[in-house]
Structure formats: C-alpha cells, structure tokens
T-cell receptor, first 114, second 113 residues
Framework: KQEVTQIPAALSVPEGENLVLNCSFT??????LQWFRQDPGKGLTSLLL?????REQTSGRLNASLDKSSGRSTLYIAASQPGDSATYLC?????????????FGRGTQLTVWP | ETGVTQTPRHLVMGMTNKKSLKCEQH?????MYWYKQSAKKPLELMFV???????ENNSVPSRFSPECPNSSHLFLHLHTLQPEDSALYLC????????????FGSGTRLTVV
C-alpha cells in the first residue's frame, strides 16, 4: 500500500522567504503527481500537475519537481506572501490504474506572517 | 468555483436520520470520486465511478451508499451514521485514464450528533 509522507508538518515564516515543502512515497512507482492547496474548512485547489513524462512544472511563484527514482517531490514557493497561508497536500497515482486513484499525504500547514 | 459543485456545504444529522450529499461536475469528465477527510488523517478514497459504473468500493460501511445516475452527478446517501463519521466529504472528477489531474469540489462538512 502506498504511503505518503510530507515534511514539515507545519511551517511558520515571515513573508518574503523562499520555501521548500517535501513529499515522499513509499513506492517510487508514481505515475502522476499533483500538489493541492486547502484553505481551512474548504475543498482542494489544484496547484500543479506533473504527468508521467514530466519531471517539473511551474506556475507563477510555484515550482514542483518529481524524482521518480526516489519517489520524492518538492514544492518550491518563491517570495512567500500572507495569502499563501494554507495547508499544502501532495498526492500521487500508481501506474496501471486507469482511474488514477490518488494517495495523499497529511499535508504541510503553512503560515506566512506579515 | 472549480467546476465541481457540492451541496449542502454543511450538514448536521442525527444517528437515525437519512440524508444525501450531492455532487455535480460541469467539466465533461468521465470519472467521479468520493473522498473522506477526517481530522488528523490523510484523505481516504471511498468510491470511484467511471461512466456511471462503480468500479471501486474501498471497504466502506454499508451505511454509506453511492449513486451515479449519469456522468455529471454523484450522490452519497447516508443512513444510521455514527459520530465517528463526522468529517469533510469531498467529491472529485477526472477525465479518466492516465495522465490527467483531479478537480475537487468544496466539500460537505458533516456532523453526526
């Protein structure tokens, strides 16, 4: 069974800092990897999707990479802002599953203070 | 709005009640999912539907009963729930097949009293 670990569990930083959030899978055979943001009591907002043929994706101040040999992914947030405060979740799908069942980590709770 | 709409946003029900959660997607996706998010636990997959056919039931108790009348709508019927079933229930959709991401709804916060 795939298990997903996210480090750190929580992070509190002043605005302007560059941040690194980590995610690792017990089974490195990840097909797709998706990073989500969740605000308190709300649903999930997709941030970045790394498909099977890709190793990296960028959107604005966000950059995500996936090392398939080790089953590790990193989300990099540049010049953090208070509006970035949320829980960040990584999730991956297994090979061979046409419906792409997602395995989630517990998330990193990020607080960016002014 | 993400294209996946869930109603109601909040629900409080007694253990003897029957209620239903609704999910609707406007993205033309072929697969729909129910996930459960409990405090301090990772999201757990409950059910998967592909083209209106249930293809996965992740050992969910029978007091949860899904229904997918068409590829745009998904329901979760609830009856005789327990307090430990209180959680955020999230619906998601995807085009189906490998290589595509998920779109999630805003969830229904369920409290069982």
């Amino acid at each position: 069974k795939q298990e997903v670990t996210q480090i750190p569990a929580a992070l509190s930083v002043p605005e302007g800092e560059n941040l690194v959030l980590n995610c690792s899978f017990t089974d490195s055979a990840i097909y797709n990897l998706q990073w989500f943001r969740q605000d308190p009591g709300k649903g999930l907002t997709s941030l970045l999707l790394i498909q099977s043929s890709q190793r990296e994706q960028t959107s604005g101040r966000l950059n995500a990479s996936l090392d398939k040999s080790s089953g590790r992914s990193t989300l990099y947030i540049a010049a953090s802002q208070p509006g970035d405060s949320a829980t960040y979740l990584c999730a991956g799908t297994d090979r061979g599953s046409t419906l792409g069942r997602l395995y989630f980590g517990r998330g990193t709770q990020l607080t960016v203070w002014p | 709005e993400t294209g996946v709409t869930q109603t109601p946003r909040h629900l409080v029900m007694g253990m003897t009640n029957k209620k239903s959660l609704k999910c609707e997607q406007h993205l033309g996706h072929n697969a729909m999912y129910w996930y459960k998010q409990s405090a301090k636990k990772p999201l757990e997959l409950m059910f998967v539907y592909s083209l209106e056919e249930r293809v996965e039931n992740n050992s969910v108790p029978s007091r949860f009963s899904p229904e997918c009348p068409n590829s745009s709508h998904l329901f979760l019927h609830l009856h005789t729930l327990q307090p430990e079933d209180s959680a955020l229930y999230l619906c998601a959709s995807s085009p189906g097949g490998q290589g595509y991401g998920y779109t999630f709804g805003s969830g229904t916060r369920l409290t069982v009293v």
